[in-house]
């Protein structure tokens, strides 16, 4: 379990499943820093939320897809005092369906900016001051992936299943680099979750059906996502090393 002094940082945290997790983690005892791209407003409302819950609680704004402001918004955190025990590396972005002959270097890139870049930037922060060889006493990390990485999203939007491919193959070589440092890293495959992240893509996942074609015949809740993500977290979770959780109803 967490102590007392531990924060969770979640990226991403302001909305959707990272809202999700960061409201889960609080009732779990983490003290919890919520990173967002630009909604303060839904930072600070949740912000609230959580300090009701008795945790200590940050907002940090920062683009994780920007080294520097990566590298401020972890200084932020050693500033409130405390350890980092856990990361869950959740911004994500889509972008509109489309075919790959429609596509350009500018929506690729920031693609994989925020969902590789983003990711690999806050583990290395977050492994520099965990990891037991550089003087931390270790922490879990857990990377928000999707169900996409598996099924590649053609027709759809290749190029985001192509991040989040990365994604996967990153938490299973950095999850045998850092064990033997104290830290345990994870993924999280989500399938269709009720977020407003959809809204980016185009698609109405209400209104499609999609729901008919999973084999629970229903869309995920981004409290359903954070449960796992709060177990991978968790000294529940002490063996559980380089996994890919899928949580998508089956699909
Ligand atoms: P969401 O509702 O759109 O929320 C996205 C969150 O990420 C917001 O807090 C947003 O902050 C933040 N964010 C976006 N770009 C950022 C950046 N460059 N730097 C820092 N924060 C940034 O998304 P979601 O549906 O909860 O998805 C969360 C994760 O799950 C993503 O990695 C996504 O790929 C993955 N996922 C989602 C689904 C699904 O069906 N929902 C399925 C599979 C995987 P602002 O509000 O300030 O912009």
Not at 47 to 69: I, P, S
Not at 172 to 184: Q, V
Not at 195 to 219: K, N
């Amino acid at each position: 379990m967490p102590r007392m002094t531990d924060w969770v940082l979640i990226t991403g945290g302001s909305r959707g499943i990272g809202a999700a997790t960061a409201l889960r983690c609080a009732m779990a005892g983490w003290d919890v820093a919520i990173n967002f791209a630009q909604d303060s407003a839904a930072a600070e409302t949740l912000a609230g939320r959580l300090h009701a819950l008795g945790r200590r609680v940050l907002a940090l704004q920062a683009d994780v897809a920007d080294e520097a402001q990566v590298a401020a918004m972890f200084e932020r955190l050693d500033a409130a005092g405390g350890r980092l025990g856990g990361l869950v590396n959740n911004a994500g972005i889509v972008a509109p369906v489309a075919r790959l002959e429609a596509m350009g270097m500018a929506r690729w890139q920031r693609l994989f900016n925020v969902n590789v870049m983003g990711t690999l930037l806050c583990c290395q922060q977050a492994a520099r001051r965990m990891s037991t060889r550089t003087g931390g006493t270790g922490g879990s990390i857990v990377n928000i992936s999707s169900r996409a990485a598996e099924f590649g999203s053609g027709g759809i939007y290749v190029d985001y299943a192509a991040t989040k491919g990365a994604v996967d193959t990153l938490t299973k070589g950095l999850a045998r680099e850092l064990i033997g440092e104290g830290i345990r890293v994870n993924g999280v495959r989500p399938g269709v979750i009720e977020t407003e992240i959809h809204a980016t893509s185009g698609i109405d996942v209400v209104a499609s059906g999609v729901a008919a074609t999973i084999p629970i015949q229903r869309l995920g809740r981004a409290d359903e996502v954070a449960e796992a993500i709060a177990w991978l977290l968790s000294d529940a979770a002490s063996y559980t090393v380089g996994a890919l959780l899928d949580v998508g109803g089956g699909r």
